[in-house]
C-alpha cells in the first residue's frame, strides 16, 4: 500500500525502521510546494489548501482520503464516491471542549473586560463589567448545537461547574429546537458546516435567543450571518459572543468584530495543543495498522472502498 503524507518530521519518522514501520506500507511525503507523482492508495491530507489539496484529491488509483482535522467541508464533495473519506475528530475534541469552556469562564467572570482595563492600566470604572455581570455557570442553561465527540467531552466539563447541558443533534424536530434556544443563556455551536448548517444562526434565530445570552462558535464561521451577529451584540439583545471562527476568515482589519467589548475572539486555534502533530502521526499510525489488519479504521464519514 502506497501512502502519501505531510512533510514533516514526526510523519517522516513513520516509516523509520527503529520505529517499527508500518509492515507493507510505503510512504511518500508531500508538501506545499511539491506532490509526488504516480498512483497511491491513500492521502493523510493536513496542513495544506488550494491547489496542492486538489492535485492530491486527485491522486490515481486513490481508496480512501484521511483529513486529520475534525471538519471534513474542504473534502467533501471533492472526491469520487468510491474514495471513502475519514476524518480525525478525536484527535481535537479535548482540545475544541477546553477552549469554549475557557471562553465562557472567561466571559463569565468579566476577564476580557479586565484585560481591557489592564490595556489602559487603570480599573477605569465605567468600562469594568457590573457587579450583577460577574458569574458562574452555576444552574446556567448551555445548549451544545451539534452534540458528537466535542459536544460529549464539553458536557462531562459544564456539569460538574452547576450547569444544565443540553444537546441539539440533526434529529432533533424544530419545536424542541426552538424551545431549547429560547431558554438558553449560553449557545455552543459545534455544528460542521454543510449546505444545511451554512447561515444557520441568522436573525430569527439570534432574535429568538433570551436577551443576555452568549452565543460560542468553536464550530465554523459560516454558521453564522456575522451582519445579524454584530446587530444582535450592538444593541444589546445578545450578552457577548466567544468566537474562535469568524465568516470571513481572518476578519479584516477594519472589521466591527475586532472592535466590540463584549466579543472573545481567537484566531482558529481551539484544537490546537503544543502535540498535535506527533498526535496526528500516531493516529495516522494506528489508522494504517487498523488497515493493514482489516480492521475498520475510526473516523469514517462516507461510504466507499477503503481496502
Ligand atoms: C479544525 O477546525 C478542524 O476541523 O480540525
Known sequence: MRVLLPDLPEFRALSEHDEGGVPGVTFDHYSRTHVPDGPADGVVLWLVGGDTRTRLL??????????????IEHVQGHLPPEVALFNASRLHDRAVAVHALSGMLAAARGLHR?????????WDAPALPGHSALTTLDDRHVVLWGYGHIGRHLEDLLRPLGAHVHGIRSATPSAERDELLAQADWVVLLLPSTPDTRGIVGAPVLAHLKRGAWLVNVGRG???????????????????????????????????LWHLPNVILTPHVASTTTDLVPRGAQLTRDFLIDLQQGHEPEGRVTPGRPY
Not at 490515481?60 to 475534525?70: E, F, I, N
Not at 479586565?114 to 487603570?122: E, L
Open 114 to 122: 479586565f484585560r481591557d482595563a489592564q490595556a489602559r492600566a487603570h
Open 222 to 256: 459560516n454558521l453564522i450571518d456575522t451582519g445579524a451577529l454584530v446587530d444582535a451584540l450592538t444593541d444589546g439583545h445578545l450578552g457577548g459572543a466567544v468566537l474562535d471562527v469568524t465568516d470571513p476568515e481572518p476578519l479584516p482589519g477594519p472589521h466591527p
Open 58 to 71: 486527485r491522486t490515481p488509483g486513490l481508496k480512501w482520503v484521511l483529513t486529520l482535522t475534525a471538519g
